[in-house]
């Protein structure tokens, strides 16, 4: 997939003076693969609402989003599966980790799925995340921090060409944002891959091609 | 490495709830074991009876007539071309065909060998129903010679009375050489013919003569063309069909009871198999609705999990497939272990019961392999329809 087009598209929940000054909503926009974008949205402005659309999680919005010349509102989850496994990887604000499950279980569901690096490679970005010592603890015993890198590696275990990120460092300290931020940047630059990070203000340390404003 | 239901097993709260489980796992090889005993019983049974019927080429012949009572005793109970035609249509009998009566009187004497003389009644019926039809049976019009079949039960009677009336005994071979005068009465006049008794039938109880002699002798000595039968001879493979029994039932046919005393018993052994059978897929229908329960409550339970697994991008195909197919050995293992013990079951009865009687087999009939590979497969079939419903309703 080369391009994620939305047109149109407006939340059918969110108040007119919002989206008319925003340059996502309600406006022709397309994410081109390989590109890295950056979208600053304040609170309230529709941007995880924005991330579950993109990602086909929630359909209440009028307008269209196509992956590349295919509108998602025709896909089933079967379809929608199969982007998650190749095309489509995320971060979402909320985590959505297993929580009964251990680190490592949390990890290894989503790589074997569709497998892109090897358990070493996996285990290499938890060391650079200062996660490593954690892979055998439940996820429910970590902190909101080191859940937010978990999720971070277990979206980077896949091949994608979009990464969609929404608030993906909110609970890290600004070393590990940094970090973070590289190792995402590496990952997405060896696929080719576009980076498209939501946050609520800009990120300095991203070197992002657009930004845009929600 | 090949995804498979390991991976997701964790992830489920597949191993909570055993009871239920249990319980439906308990059900089903219950039900089934009901359902296949039921159906070899049905067979064993059916096997008993049909070696119990006087059949002969394949075909049971059985005559009916008109249930004669107080109330219709002053009509006419004859069958007329009507009734044997709807006779005839139906689809569980082969063939029938109608006796026909003498409508003139008939006396019948030996000459002077025997004293013996008696009003008699002839009948005939088309040969195909005759089961020793020598090839003299012919009968041309001029001929004085009449050849008769004779009934075996009426020699059997002769020879009950015969000695008290100082007559002799006679054997099936002897009646052949006796000459019997057939002195037939008609307005006006009587005509006699030379008849001989050329055969004796086991399965006709009548005195038959060739079918176009007495179409000729009830034209000319009774001026009667149409002649309406007193008795249908129906040919049919199995004379104690349920629906050959119920039909006669619904027209107040009669029938010899004897014949069909088998098709009586089969008829409510069908009801009581039919009955258990019924109980046996109740009982496979309620475990399979406590499995759904238990599967159910699982999926349930385990639904933020499971709708995170298709946010990561598991499909909810491949899930109700890998699900689904985790129940397949369960499956396969009560249902064969069930067929095991009805083989073992059938061989005890075999054995023990019927003291080894060559009717029955020591084996199970293959419609029982044939029932719980259905089964089986059903089973599977239900399954994935349920987890897929629950699956994709997430």
Not at chain 2, 23 to 39: E, H, K, Q, R, T
Not at chain 2, 301 to 330: C, E, M
């Amino acid at each position: 997939m080369q391009h994620i087009h939305l047109n149109n598209v407006t939340p059918t929940f969110l108040e007119q003076e919002k989206i008319a000054n925003s340059q996502i909503w309600n406006k022709e926009v397309v994410f081109n693969a390989g590109e890295k974008i950056q979208i600053v949205a304040p609170s309230g402005s529709g941007k995880t609402s924005l991330i579950h659309f993109l990602y086909g999680l929630r359909k209440d919005y009028s307008g269209t989003i196509l992956y590349d010349k295919k509108s998602v509102s025709g896909f089933n989850a079967d379809k929608f599966s199969t982007y998650r496994k190749k095309i489509l990887s995320v971060v979402f604000q909320d985590l959505r980790l297993f929580a009964e499950q251990t680190v490592e279980e949390n990890l290894s569901i989503k790589r074997i799925l569709q497998p892109y690096h090897s358990t070493d490679k996996i285990d290499e970005m938890a060391e650079k995340l200062g996660i490593a010592n954690k892979l055998n603890n439940t996820a429910k015993t970590c902190s909101y921090g080191e859940q937010q890198r978990i999720a971070i590696i277990r979206s980077l275990q896949q091949p994608f060409t979009f990464l969609i990120l929404d608030e993906p460092f909110s609970h890290l300290d600004e070393n590990n944002r940094k970090i973070a931020m590289q190792l995402i940047e590496e990952e997405a630059l060896e696929r080719n891959a576009s980076i498209i990070l939501a946050d609520l203000k800009p990120i300095e340390y991203f070197n992002a091609d657009r930004t845009l404003y929600l | 490495m090949k995804l498979s239901f390991k991976n997701i097993e964790p992830f489920l709260n597949s191993k909570q709830n055993k009871i239920s489980r249990w319980f439906s796992y308990a059900g089903l090889g219950v039900g089934v074991l009901l359902l296949l005993c039921d159906l070899q019983m049905y067979i064993n049974i059916n096997q008993l009876i049909k070696n119990k019927n006087t059949r002969k080429d394949g075909y049971d012949f059985i005559s009916i007539t008109k249930n004669i009572t107080s109330k219709n005793m002053a009509k006419d109970n004859r069958f007329n071309m009507a009734d044997i035609k709807e006779i005839q249509s139906q689809p569980f009998l082969d063939d029938a065909a109608p006796l026909i009566a003498n409508q003139f009187r008939v006396k019948a004497s030996a000459g002077n060998i025997l004293p013996f003389s008696t009003d008699l009644f002839l009948e005939s019926l088309n040969e195909k129903f005759i089961d020793t039809v020598p090839p003299e049976f012919t009968w041309k019009e001029g001929q004085l010679d009449v050849p008769i079949i004779f009934s075996s039960d009426f020699l059997e009677m002769y020879n009950v009375f015969a000695p008290s009336q100082d007559l002799p005994q006679l054997s099936e071979k002897s009646i052949a050489s006796v000459p019997v005068i057939l002195e037939c009465y008609f307005n006006g006049g009587v005509q006699n013919f030379k008849a001989r008794i050329i055969a004796v039938s086991d399965r006709i109880n009548s005195i038959l003569v060739p079918e176009n002699f007495m179409l000729w002798a009830n034209k000319s000595l009774a001026n009667v063309t149409d002649v309406p039968a007193s008795r249908v001879y129906l040919k049919t493979k199995d004379a104690n069909n349920p629906e050959l029994l119920s039909y006669l039932e619904q027209k107040d046919y009669r029938i010899n009871k004897d014949k069909t005393k088998f098709g009586r018993i089969k008829q409510i052994l069908q009801s009581v198999v039919t009955g258990l059978a019924g109980f046996g897929v109740l009982v496979i229908l309620l475990a399979m609705i406590l499995f759904s329960f238990y599967l159910q409550l699982m999926i349930a339970r385990s639904k933020d999990n499971l709708q995170l697994l298709l946010t990561l991008g598991y499909s909810p195909g491949w899930l109700s497939r890998t699900v689904a197919k985790r129940w397949i050995p369960v499956y396969t293992i009560i249902i064969t272990s069930v067929l095991v013990l009805t083989v073992f079951l059938q061989y005890c009865f075999q054995h023990f019961v019927l003291n080894n009687r060559e009717e029955v087999s020591p084996l199970i009939d293959k419609s029982v392999w044939i029932v719980s590979a259905a089964l089986l497969v059903l089973s599977i079939i239900i399954n994935y329809r349920m987890v897929r419903r629950l699956l994709y309703k997430l």
